[in-house]
């Protein structure tokens, strides 16, 4: 599998410059889901370098427990869908029982129509991709709990 082309982070990432995406004025809480460590701590590092709150979780049953521990107060999902124990899809399923309104970023280094066939409406970013794309699209979708549902 090939890894996100992440270079060293320096300072604080300004999510306006990158794609359009607004600078939150709260501080986001994304849950951050994916098997792979590696991955998943640099784009934990890069989302917490960026200003974002991180939780982090190894797959979908993991994640489930901290977004059920979260209570609503998620600002979005980042998944991959490839996992163990519970893959992302059947974990956004389970998350959308509960809390219908996060929004989800899907990162997967398979076939992206997964999503869209499994009935989602989400963005989805495929491996390999760069932190600019990575961070813009957080910055669009990582909208503050009590901002969901009204237009910008």
């Known amino acids: 599998m090939t890894l996100p082309s992440l270079s060293p982070v320096s300072g604080t990432f300004d999510p306006s410059g990158v794609c359009g995406a607004p600078v939150p004025s709260q501080q986001p809480k994304i849950l951050l889901v994916d098997d792979e460590e590696l991955v998943r701590q640099l784009l934990a590092r890069l989302l917490r370098e960026s200003g974002f709150g991180v939780e982090e979780a190894d797959n979908g049953a993991s994640a489930l427990q901290t ?52 009935g989602f409406t989400a963005e989805v970013l495929v491996k390999p991709f760069t932190p600019d794309a990575f961070l813009g699209l957080v910055g669009r979708l990582a909208v503050p709990v009590g901002n969901r549902g009204q237009v910008a």
């Open 67 to 118: 977004a059920r521990r979260l209570d609503g107060s998620l600002s979005l999902v980042v998944t991959d869908i490839n996992m163990p124990v519970m893959d992302g899809l059947e974990f956004a399923r389970a998350l959308r029982m509960t809390d219908g309104k996060v929004p989800f970023l899907f990162i997967t280094a398979i076939d992206p129509a997964l999503v869209t066939e499994a």
